[in-house]
């Protein structure tokens, strides 16, 4: 897998990686905006003119476009032509082990045939001998495991096709129909016309409205500019001592991905510094300091709300029954982690480069104040209205219901009033929305079926007789690896349904704490450029020579020790903070 980077230069990106990531599609207004998140199909460049941005929108690969003044600067990623040259002409060639043709969109035909051979013999292995929507189900976790790690189809198409082998190999179980309650193995078989709403429900769940609604004020924030002055605000009164623009850039990055995801803010972030990086000297190790410090602080900001990355929302989702986090106590036990964590990642990035910062000050950065019309303070106030209510969910869900229904006012206010238009709802990250479905989809077949109870029974016979501390430090370790080489997203919804099971064993009772600290540490798990949205943005990001700025061994150097960092915070801020909270019991 491949990522292109910025400036017009054609690569491939067969994986589908920046569409499956990117949350955010805005485009100008009869206003226009400073800054367009652009999709187009073939080669994405930056037209000069607001009519000819609207011209260019489209379908298949993301950039980003920031205007300064007369000078507009891009970091497009673009996905190469298909070089077929008829509609109906078939043509087929392998690249790095993907095929293509024109009715066949990028596949990769290696992973696949191993996905397919993996799931084969996972069929023909009697684990679970007569229990059959257990084995069924362990056949499902399989396919979809080796289909997200590896990519070989896109991360959503592979989400959406779990209720299929679901509802039609009988995985889902009728717990009003069993001789023993407490023995899957005696429950019949949920009826398909039962099972098919109840699995595909699960891309409505709360959780995804929840993010439904944090998409939306992302996109008001964007198309009207808010978020952008107040990215330049931030930077213009940072000064222009690199130190203190460093920690500026980072705390900006950090807060942004609170409210409008770590995936706008990376992109938002980079756009407003890149400028700066590329009037450095290309010795000037400055700029690895600043695109290292946006994606890590953008890691970090990602575990701070429920809004700030979609394992977040999967984490919440993973709870058992009948045990929920509010938004202000997950933010009470992530706060303290971030910002211990975001200060003691400064001072390494800061001390570890210096030395080659060459420049002593950076160009300070422009701010003209402009004065908030009408629609900017509507947005303010919608924005902080929904903000104050999920703050607030324990004390009005016997009026709102919950979060996701609460998340539902900013598509109606910004939607139903005009200010986003019909064009920018069908632009939302809705492949994003189907991928976090798709992983409460399989949690819930894993649960229904007697596979998670069978998994974390065995978990918990490896882990008798361990202390709370202890059984948190090995998934949390788990979690730090898997999330390493693959999508954190794809980590969290693997990973936490069953360590949710395992907490919630009468010995453990500590499903809260093991589920949130899980989630914490997918956003931690930071050392390869493949981790996270964030990493890839700021591996993405070339100087004026086409060079690119950081190597995948900047990351590897900068982020393990950062992610064991994040680690130790978790093992001991975290942890007490979630006993002070009762996490644990």
């Not at 460093?246 to 803010?265: E, G, K, Q």
Request: charged share 10%; net charge negative; aromatic share 10%.
């Amino acid at each position: 897998m491949s990522y292109h980077e910025p400036f017009h230069r054609d690569v491939q990106d067969p994986s589908g990686f920046w569409e499956d990531s990117a949350t955010e599609y805005l485009t100008t207004s009869e206003d226009d905006s400073d800054i367009d998140y652009m999709l187009s199909s073939g080669e994405l460049h930056v037209p000069p003119t607001t009519s000819e941005r609207r011209a260019s929108l489209g379908g298949n690969s993301v950039g980003l476009a920031i205007n300064e003044g007369e000078e507009e600067y891009s970091q497009p990623l673009s996905i190469a032509p298909d070089p077929s040259q008829s509609d109906f002409s078939w043509w087929t060639w392998v690249n790095c082990g993907y095929v293509r043709s024109p009715l066949i969109r990028t596949v990769k035909v290696i992973p696949l045939l191993v996905a397919i051979w993996l799931t084969t013999i996972a069929y023909f292995i009697p684990v679970f001998e007569t229990r059959n929507a257990e084995h069924n189900c362990f056949v499902l976790l399989v396919l979809v495991s080796v289909l997200w790690a590896t990519e070989a189809v896109p991360l959503f198409v592979t989400s959406i096709l779990i209720p299929i082998p679901v509802v039609w190999f009988n995985i889902l179980l009728d717990p009003l129909n069993c001789a023993d309650i407490n023995d899957p193995a005696t429950c019949n078989p949920l009826p398909a016309p039962e099972a098919a709403p109840l699995i595909t429900g699960k891309f409505f769940d709360p959780s995804i409205m929840l993010f439904l609604g944090g998409f939306t004020i992302a996109a008001a924030l964007g198309k009207y500019k808010l978020s952008n002055k107040l990215a330049r605000y931030v930077l213009a009164m940072a000064g222009t001592d690199p130190k203190w623009v460093l920690l500026a850039m980072m705390i900006l990055s950090w807060f942004l991905s609170m409210w409008i995801s770590n995936v706008a803010a990376a992109l938002l972030s980079t756009a407003v510094i890149l400028p700066t990086l590329r009037d450095l000297p290309a010795s000037s190790s400055f700029s690895k300091a600043a695109l290292l410090g946006i994606s890590m602080s953008c890691n970090l900001g990602g575990m701070t709300t429920p809004i700030a990355s979609p394992q977040n929302a999967i984490a919440l989702s993973a709870l058992p029954r009948g045990e929920s986090i509010s938004f202000l106590a997950w933010m009470a036990g992530s706060i303290p982690v971030t910002v211990i964590g975001l200060v003691g990642i400064w001072i390494g990035l800061h001390l570890g480069y210096r030395s080659r910062y060459i420049v002593t000050e950076i160009k300070k950065q422009e701010y003209i104040a402009e004065r908030l019309r009408g629609k900017h303070y509507f947005i303010l106030a919608v924005t902080v209205v929904t903000v104050g209510l999920w703050a607030t969910d324990q004390l009005t869900e016997s009026f709102t219901g919950n979060i996701g229904i609460t998340a539902i006012i900013p598509v109606v206010m910004f939607f139903g009033s005009g200010l986003l238009s019909t064009k920018e709802f069908d632009s939302l990250a809705w492949n994003i929305l189907v991928l976090m479905g798709g992983g409460l989809a399989l949690g819930e077949a894993i649960s229904s079926s007697g596979l998670l109870q069978t998994i974390a029974s065995d978990i918990q016979q490896l882990l008798d007789g361990q202390s709370t501390w202890v059984i948190l430090l090995t998934f949390n370790t788990l979690v730090g690896v898997v999330g390493m080489f693959i999508s954190s997203t794809v980590a969290a919804a693997i990973i936490l349904p069953v360590v949710a099971a395992v907490g919630l064993s009468p010995e453990i009772n500590a499903s809260k704490l093991l589920v949130v600290g899980g989630a914490y540490m997918c956003s931690a798990a930071m050392g390869l450029p493949v981790s996270s949205f964030p990493n890839a943005n700021a591996y993405s990001v070339e100087d004026g020579d086409g060079q690119k700025m950081l190597t995948p061994v900047d990351f590897v150097i900068t982020g393990v020790p950062a992610c064991l960092w994040i680690l130790f915070l978790l093992q001991s801020v975290n942890y007490g903070v979630g006993i002070a909270l009762g996490f644990a019991n």
